[in-house]
């Protein structure tokens, strides 16, 4: 599983990096992680509001933190 | 699937249970509000003993007063305000400015603005997202420019502290230099001054909307989060403007501004001052509210907060990355400009 945190670096880029962490920790699943803090890139991704998580190259969240159950229940239902 | 045990169903609290709790805040809050004012009368000259004519009196009764009454203020607004706002999001913004030409866009950038979820750190994603979905660059510079000057923590410390009137004068204030500012340097073709490869930028995959999806507890959660995450942002700020504003509280003679302060130059030097400072609204209104109260005029003192807010020199270096130094002083010389008037037709009018 391919995990991208898309933010530049802001308060909420680091909340979302740990509840990713916690989630995929809880679900005991094997990921690699990737934080890309390149505005330009961060656009590509047709992201406007950081933070943003990516899964397997697809944007599942934008603009705010999710919880833990919600970030497992995106991880699950894929 | 062995996983999907692990994961929790979705929260099913009921929903009288979330709104008796929803409610029973409120009535906190009315409360609390209601009673700041007399508790600090009875803290600070009962009880501590200090007179509220002398300068320390009116002083630290002013300092815990203000402190009190901003960060009740601040709580139920961001609250408030981050559920309304949790049904916008720049994605839709976008969607609503896409094909609209300058002029109209700019008026619709300039309320959009106002009204959408942004955070001065994604100013640069959301850049290059509207230029590259071929939104007008003035129409894009109007958004970014009403977002940070006309918000709501803006609004509503404002209404707090000066009532209706220069609400709403700040309000149509902040729009005007929005939609002028950006309407002028669309008009500057200035296209050539933005780093080329905001251009060359290609959207890929699809555009999610942080908006949609959304329960009440969830819009309520992030409610909550956000006035943590605010308060705990400003605090810095908040006390280092409600400590200056209560020592002028306290030294500074009645209506000492007014005796040196009303000369032509009190609008310019407002914005000289203003625009280094980097704050934002919360930590310049008590500043501001202490300010007047001496007698310095009202179009001043709102020419210094806007240049304090829609100016700031860390919002600047995040779009260096995409604007070329020539555009950003535009920008900057367009905005202080813009700000300039509002403040010479506030004087005039108030």
């Not at chain 1, 509840?19 to 809880?26: F, L, P, S």
């Not at chain 2, 501004?257 to 130059?265: D, E, K, R, V």
């Amino acid at each position: 599983m391919d995990i991208k945190i898309l933010g530049s670096g802001c308060a909420k880029c680091q909340t979302l990096e740990r509840v990713t962490h916690e989630a995929v920790d809880q679900l005991g699943l094997e990921a690699e992680y990737e934080k890309v803090t390149d505005p330009g890139e961060i656009a590509s991704w047709g992201v406007m509001a950081t933070p943003a998580l990516v899964i397997d190259d697809e944007v599942v969240v934008s603009g705010r933190v999710p919880t833990v159950e919600d970030i497992k229940r995106m991880l699950t239902a894929r | 699937m062995s996983v999907s045990a692990v994961v929790d169903q979705p929260s099913t609290r009921s929903p009288v249970r979330r709104w008796l709790f929803v409610s029973a805040a409120v009535v906190v809050w009315f409360t609390l509000y209601q009673l700041n004012l007399r508790w600090w009368n009875w803290f600070v000259f009962e009880l501590v003993g200090l007179e509220p004519d002398t300068r320390l009196g009116g002083s630290v009764h002013f300092f815990f007063y203000d402190i009190t009454k901003i960060a009740l203020l601040l709580t139920g607004v961001i609250f408030v305000v981050t559920v309304l706002r949790s049904f916008m999001s720049v994605e839709r913004t976008r969607a609503l400015l896409g094909g609209r030409r300058e002029g109209v866009g700019n008026v619709f950038a300039a309320g959009l603005g106002v009204v959408t979820p942004f955070c001065s750190c994604s100013a640069v994603p959301a850049f290059i997202g509207f230029v590259a979905a071929g939104v007008p660059l003035g129409v894009t510079l109007s958004f970014l420019i009403a977002s940070p000057l006309v918000n709501e923590v803006a609004i509503v410390l404002l209404f707090g502290l000066f009532g209706w009137k220069v609400t709403a004068l700040y309000i149509v204030g902040g729009m005007v230099i929005a939609i002028v500012a950006g309407a002028v340097l669309g008009r500057l073709r200035l296209e050539r001054w933005v780093e080329p490869f905001v251009f060359e930028t290609r959207l890929r995959g699809k555009v999610i909307d942080p908006s949609a999806g959304l329960s009440w507890d969830d819009r309520l959660l992030m409610a909550r989060e956000e006035v943590v995450s605010i308060l705990r942002k400003i605090w810095p700020y908040l006390l280092v403007g409600i400590g200056l504003g209560a020592a002028i509280h306290g030294w500074l003679p009645a209506d000492w501004f007014a005796a040196h302060a009303t000369g032509w130059w009190g609008v310019p030097l407002a914005v000289v001052i203003g625009v280094p400072l980097y704050s934002n609204a919360a930590g310049v209104l008590p500043l501001v509210e202490a300010l007047h109260d001496k007698g310095l005029p009202m179009g001043t003192v709102l020419a210094f907060m806007m240049s304090v807010v829609a100016l700031s020199t860390p919002e600047m270096i995040l779009l260096r990355r995409v604007l070329k130094p020539k555009l950003i002083a535009t920008y900057f010389g367009v905005v202080a400009v813009s700000i300039l008037c509002i403040g010479f037709l506030f004087n005039l009018v108030i």
